[in-house]
């Protein structure tokens, strides 16, 4: 189900609270106020930032009509940067209009459009995106080469929107260097860690060949993220890290809790 997506504020006592305005009737982003120690001349100080959370669009002919106005209100609200959460294409079995879900052609449109933000703009995919482009049965989609043609056109070291971040990439590790959609980046001192975990079962249980996928993205032995920067990030920031439970194993252990 396609998920509405509206504005959100969350407050800090450090910072204060601002909300920013919704952007129209159909598409709405998830505007995200934090507070971080942001350098300005050399000298730390607290401030304030926004960013945006966008996902499951654009759908369909309408979402794709909508979607310039969407990312002209996105430019007008001066966020540090915009993460889409994954499904930029439509599941098929639920298609009725637009570009055809899977296609090179929705691939290329969808980079095209995330190339037009104004502030950086991350990805990370979604089942859309490739586990259930064997839905579509006219095409005879396999999910795995489209994750391949996912990797190449959207995670080959491009940097989306016309403004950037500095992004570490998973990939950077040579034993790593499949899983260039794994990123991490900060803002302030605030980390921002993004994931390749997916819907339908994260490509789970239909055939041995996608189970082999499931496992190698997955298994301990191969973290999504190295948690070594992680670490330090925590012993100055004194949060806790997160396990992420994924059908009762874990990505990476957590070396907070030995």
């Known amino acids: 189900m396609r998920k509405i997506l509206r504005a959100l504020l969350i407050r800090r006592k450090t910072c204060g609270a601002g909300l920013v305005s919704g952007l129209g009737a159909v598409l709405w982003p998830l505007f995200i106020s934090g507070c971080a120690m942001v350098q300005s001349g050399g000298q730390s100080q607290t401030g304030k930032f926004e960013f945006g959370l966008i996902g499951d669009l654009p759908y369909n002919a309408e979402d794709?009509?909508?979607?310039?106005?969407?990312?002209?209100?996105?430019?007008?609200?001066?966020?540090?940067?915009?993460?889409?959460?994954?499904?930029?294409?439509?599941?098929?079995?639920?298609?009725?209009?637009?570009?055809?879900?899977?296609?090179?052609?929705?691939?290329?449109?969808?980079?095209?459009?995330?190339?037009?933000?104004?502030?950086?703009?991350?990805?990370?995919?979604?089942?859309?995106?490739w586990t259930d482009c064997h839905y579509v049965k006219s095409a005879s989609y396999d999910p795995l080469e489209r994750l391949a043609k996912l990797r190449e056109i959207f995670f080959s070291g491009t940097d989306f929107g016309q403004q950037t971040l500095s992004i570490t990439r998973q990939s950077s590790d040579p034993k790593y260097s499949k899983f260039r959609e794994n990123l991490r980046w900060t803002y302030g001192d605030m980390l921002f860690v993004t994931l390749h975990l997916v819907g339908s079962d994260n490509n789970f249980g239909r055939t041995s060949e996608m189970d082999a996928e499931y496992a190698e993205r997955n298994s301990p032995n191969t973290c999504a993220i190295d948690y070594s920067p992680v670490r330090r990030y925590r012993s100055r920031q004194r949060k806790r890290v997160f396990k992420i439970p994924i059908r009762n194993q874990m990505i990476c252990e957590n070396p907070y809790e030995k």
């Open 64 to 129: 794709e009509r909508k979607f310039p106005n969407l990312i002209e209100d996105i430019k007008k609200a001066n966020l540090v940067f915009v993460i889409h959460d994954g499904d930029f294409q439509a599941d098929f079995r639920g298609y009725r209009d637009g570009s055809l879900p899977c296609s090179d052609e929705t691939f290329d449109n969808r980079k095209n459009l995330a190339q037009t933000f104004k502030p950086p703009f991350i990805l990370t995919p979604g089942d859309n995106d």
